[in-house]
Structures are given as C-alpha cells and as structure tokens.
C-alpha cells in the first residue's frame, strides 16, 4: 500500500457514505483488506504505509503493537454502522502490511473474529495473511489455520544472498521455501511466494535459481514483480549516489519471459501480469476483487476502501488513525466519488491485466483504434478480439503499461 495519498474530499466524521455507494450493497462481492504497518526493519526499495518501533518512539503507547489490534476490531465495527443491515457475508480477508505476523498470532485470529462476528464470513472465505519468513514458526502456522486462515503470503523475493542483500532483506535463504512446507503441515490449502527481479546486481542465473527455489517449494502461487525504484528510498538513494547500477527495461522484460518460461513448464499459469497460479482455485481472490472492481473495506493506517464507486483513505499516521476512532470519529482522512468515465478507465486500466481481458465495447472511439493497431503489432490476441475482448498476449503483457494507456484514449 503506497504512503502517498490523494487530497480527496472530506468525510462526514460518522464515516458515512452516499446514498449510491450503498445501492446494490450485497449484491457484489464484498472483502476486507486490514492493514498493519509494523516492520522490524525497513526495506531499502519499500514506499509503503510502515514503521520501524523506532519510528514510532515517541508517538508512545496509542500506536503501539501492543493494541493494535483492538483499533482494527474498532474499524471492523464502524464498517458494521455504515454499511447498515445489508446482508454482506465477506468472501475474502487480506492481512497485508508492514508485516502481520509481527503481532501475536492471537491478534491475527481476533481480527479475523471480527469481521466473522459482525459481517459473518463466506462458506468459502479466502482468508489471507502476508508474512516474512523470519517471523513466523509452525506453532504460529498452526495457530493461524486453527483461528480460520486459510491462505498466506511469504516475502522471499529471491534465494541469493547478494540481492537480498541489496533489498535489505533480512531473512536466511532457504527459510522461505521451508515456510512452505510448515504452512502445508499446519493445514493451509493454499500459499504464496512474492518473488521482485531486476535488482541492481542480480543476473539472468540468479533470477533462474530464484524461480527454481520458489517452484521447488510447492507453492501453488507465486507473484513476480519487477522492481520500482520509488523515490525517497534508501535504494533509490544509493542509485543516485552512483553506488548501485539502474536496471533497465530490457533487462525486466528478459527476467519476465524467464519466469514466464519457468512458471508455465511447472505447471502455472499466469492469470494476472504479475501473478500465476496452478488452478483456477489457487487463485488470490482478494486481488481479483480489487481487478474488477468489487467492493471491499480497508482497515488501518492509510488503508483504502472501495464501496459502489466511492473510494476513501485513512489517516496516515498509525497515532492519528487511533486517536480518530478513539474520539468516535471515522479515521477516514479524504474521499472521492467515482464519475462514470472514471469507472470506465479504471475498468480497463485493471481488467486488461487480467488473463480475460477487459470488454472492447469499454473502450472510446480512439481507443478501439488503438486496439486494432495493437492487434496488427500482435499485443492483442486475435481469438479473443473477434470475441470482444482485448486480451493480452505475451508480448503485449511486456508492454502493458503502454497498451493500457493507448486503449484508454
């Protein structure tokens, strides 16, 4: 979750939402995303909403870990109040951050209780947490999966040593690929290795034994994604020092079709940019929420939410979030109401990423000329464009940022 947010528009201090963002409530999929911004130590590429204790020192006791879970089963109410009576059974949970399981695996587990006691979950709940290897132990797991997850997330990144270096990231290689095998003991039906190539340093080989670690693990998913070197990052700092080299772009297209080629001889597919899985079941639900446009709620410091084309954000600050619902007011910090053409661009900035593709009756009138001509330069796959849609093919997932933004014309 970037640390940037938009100004937005104000929120009524009850958290309130318009008339229209709850029309239809109930009948779309409905998830939770809850947001724990803790890390023991700060990435050097990670733009995202975290803190080190370190940083929080002096905010004191009201952004602790300690009760931190308390504020989150405090939002989980308040989502109960605006939402009203509507029937919403929650059909995917995500636990991201910062790190998760830096808090008691009984503070997961009493999050979770939550949303189960005031939402009720799916029978078939996707019920996700991201963790790093390090952090985690099989008593943890098996906490976890008896509270009711059922699907984690391990940071591996990479297998060798010199690029987690690079990253900052302090967990021993191998500790993830055994990470996989605790969670299966414990009973997790599915999980997750996030895999990043294109670090300074990295090479084709290194990358190759990154992927061939991660898939002889037995995830049945696995994300890879091309590093961003955001501004204001220590990596991108040392980049401009002249310290590290800057990655290029041919070099991330030949590491993509590298997992590409890797992944698809092990058995996945790929059915986002980013992501592939072994079936359509390992599948991340949570994320296929956010790529067609669902509803969900995001719980915590900077966290976003998406209810009937109303979109809002918390307060940064993990202090300021907790003092707001300590004084009963919504930590919500700003908001906007999606217009139609905004719905139209989005749909098609996020659907065209996904392996079905987005309809090419969304797209304006430049925009399916645009269509055609990435059709001819083969971007465009032609069984799927004579039956309506815009689908990628693998060169034109290379090049996904550009299409989208053609087709979006």
């Not at 229209?20 to 939770?32: D, H, I, K, N, V």
């Not at 001889?265 to 992501?275: D, I, K, R």
């Not at 994320?287 to 940064?316: C, I, Q």
């Not at 032609?382 to 093919?393: D, I, K, N």
Request: negative net charge; hydrophobic residues 40%.
């Amino acid at each position: 979750m970037p640390s940037a947010l938009p100004d937005g528009e104000p929120l009524p201090t009850d958290g309130s939402l318009p008339a229209q963002a709850l029309s239809g409530l109930g009948e779309r999929p409905f998830g939770f995303y809850l947001h724990v911004p803790y890390c023991a130590s700060r990435c050097g590429y990670c733009d995202f909403n975290t803190y080190t204790a370190t940083e929080l020192h002096s905010a004191g006791a009201v952004a602790s870990q300690e009760n931190y879970a308390s504020h989150l089963v405090g939002e989980v109410r308040l989502a109960r109040r605006v939402l009203g009576d509507a029937e919403l059974p929650v059909r995917t949970v995500f636990l991201g951050g910062g790190t998760p399981t830096l808090l008691p695996a009984r503070d997961l587990v009493a999050m979770l209780a939550a949303i189960r006691d005031e939402f009720g979950l799916a029978p078939d709940a996707e019920v996700t947490t991201e963790a790093n290897p390090e952090s985690v132990t099989p008593a943890y797991l098996a906490e976890l999966r008896e509270g009711g997850f059922n699907r984690i997330s391990f940071g591996m990144q990479s297998a060798r040593p010199h690029v987690l270096k690079v990253l900052d990231r302090h967990h021993t290689p191998g500790r993830p690929e055994a990470c996989v095998a605790e969670a299966r003991a414990a009973g997790f039906e599915h999980v997750n290795l996030d895999l990043i190539y294109g670090t300074p340093g990295e090479s084709d080989d290194d990358w190759r034994a990154s992927l061939e670690a991660a898939i002889g693990a037995g995830p049945d998913h696995v994300s890879a994604y091309s590093l961003i070197v955001e501004e204001g990052t220590r990596l991108a700092g040392r980049i401009k020092r002249g310290e590290l080299p800057m990655v290029d772009d041919d070099v991330h297209a030949d590491r993509y079709l590298i997992a590409e080629r890797a992944l698809t001889g092990a058995g996945f597919s790929w059915y986002e940019v980013s992501n592939w899985a072994t079936d359509e079941a390992a599948r991340c639900r949570h994320n296929e929420l956010y790529w067609t446009g669902a509803d969900w709620w995001g719980a915590g410091p900077g966290a976003h939410s998406h209810v009937g084309g109303t979109r809002w954000w918390n307060a940064k600050h993990p202090a300021a979030y907790a003092r707001a619902l300590a004084e009963g007011r919504t930590p919500g910090q700003g908001r906007e109401v999606l217009a139609d053409e905004d719905r139209r661009v989005e749909r098609i900035l996020l659907e065209l990423r996904l392996v079905t593709g987005c309809p090419l009756d969304l797209l304006a009138e430049a925009g399916r000329k645009a269509a055609e001509q990435a059709l001819a330069d083969g971007l465009l796959a032609p069984e799927a464009f004579a039956a309506g849609r815009a689908v990628l093919t693998l060169r034109g997932r290379l090049l996904a940022d550009a299409v989208v933004r053609d087709l979006v014309d």
